[in-house]
């Protein structure tokens, strides 16, 4: 078993040190990630973006919003609520339009069934 020597960390742990090292810096208070551009997407939507394999606004333009959703829930491990596929609704949208939403669109919540 191979022991990271900094940290102490064992190879099976290593590989997600590596991965939340890869995808969470983005994160990181300094860094904050370009998806939180986008209107009504905090810290907290952007790292279920990123986790659900949507790091940035490019990797979103042309996707569907529920299958963002699903993947979203199966990163997740859960159901997620529902006002998340809202969220992604308009982020799609935003990404497709080059940052641009109907002015009756504006908030996640108009983006409803």
């Known amino acids: ?5 900094p940290c102490g960390v064992a190879s099976g742990k290593l590989k997600m040190v ?3 090292l890869i995808m969470g810096c983005v994160m990181s208070k300094i860094d904050k990630p370009e998806l ?3 209107p009504g997407v905090g810290s907290n939507m952007a790292k279920h973006l990123i986790k659900a ?3 940035t606004i490019e990797s979103l ?3 569907n919003p ?3 959703y699903a993947a979203d829930c199966i ?3 859960t159901t997620v609520d529902k006002c ?3 969220c992604y609704r308009l982020a799609v949208y935003y990404a497709d339009h080059d940052g641009q939403l109907p002015e009756n669109k504006l908030h996640w919540w108009n983006w409803k069934d």
Do not use: T, W
């Open 1 to 5: 078993m191979f022991i990271c020597s």
């Open 18 to 20: 590596v991965r939340y």
């Open 36 to 38: 939180m551009k986008i």
């Open 53 to 55: 394999g949507f790091p």
């Open 61 to 63: 333009k042309g996707q």
């Open 66 to 68: 529920d299958d963002i």
């Open 75 to 77: 990163a997740q491990g």
């Open 84 to 86: 998340a596929l809202y």
